[in-house]
C-alpha cells in the first residue's frame, strides 16, 4: 500500500484537492483510502439514529455494518493524541493508496499545499523548509517564501500531481512502524 500526507493550513485547499485526486487515481484502477484528521467533537452519526442511541446509552464502539458499508465508531474515554500508524493499520486488505489529510506533524511522506496569505486566507509559514518529510510542495502562489529543491506542483492542476503521485510509488511505500524519520 503507498501512503501519502497531505498537509497545509486550514483553508488551503487538502480536502478539495484529496477530493479531486481519489477519482484520477480510481481510473487507474486502484482502490483508495483516505484517513482524516478531523477537529475535536466531529460526528458522522446523528440524533435519532440506532448507532447514535447506543453510543449515547454508553456503548464504547459502535459497528453498523450493511452488505454495502461499514462503519466503526470508537468513543474515547480521555482526549488522546491520534497515531497516524495506529490509524492506517486499521485499513482493509486491498488498498492500494491511502491519502492521509491532516496529521501535518506525521512521519510520513507529505505534500504541503501553501498558499500565499490573501485577505481571504490567512495561512501561516510553510513548514517545507524544516519538516525533512514534505516530500513535494503543491501551491498556486508565483513564489514560495524560500527556494526549494523539492518538486514543485500545481495546486489548480489535479492530474499532474495524481502523475507525479504514480510516478513516486515506491518511494511510498508504506512500511508500518510507529517511529519513521523522513530525511
Known sequence: MKVVGFAG???S??????????PLLRAQGLRVAVVKHAHHRFDVDHPGKDSWRHREAGACEVLVASDRRMALMREFAQP?????HALL???GPGVDWVLVEGFKDS???KIEIWRAPA??????????PHDGCVIAVASDAAQLPAPTPLALLPLSEPTTIAQWLLAQGARLDYQPQTEETCE
Do not use: F, Q, W
Open 80 to 84: 488522546h493524541v491520534l497515531d497516524v
Open 107 to 109: 512521519h510520513l511522506p
Open 13 to 22: 485547499g487538502k480536502t478539495t484537492l484529496v477530493e479531486r485526486l481519489i
Open 89 to 91: 493499520a486499521e485499513i
Open 9 to 11: 493550513y486550514s483553508g
Open 119 to 128: 485577505p481571504d486566507y490567512r495561512g501561516g509559514p510553510a513548514r517545507y
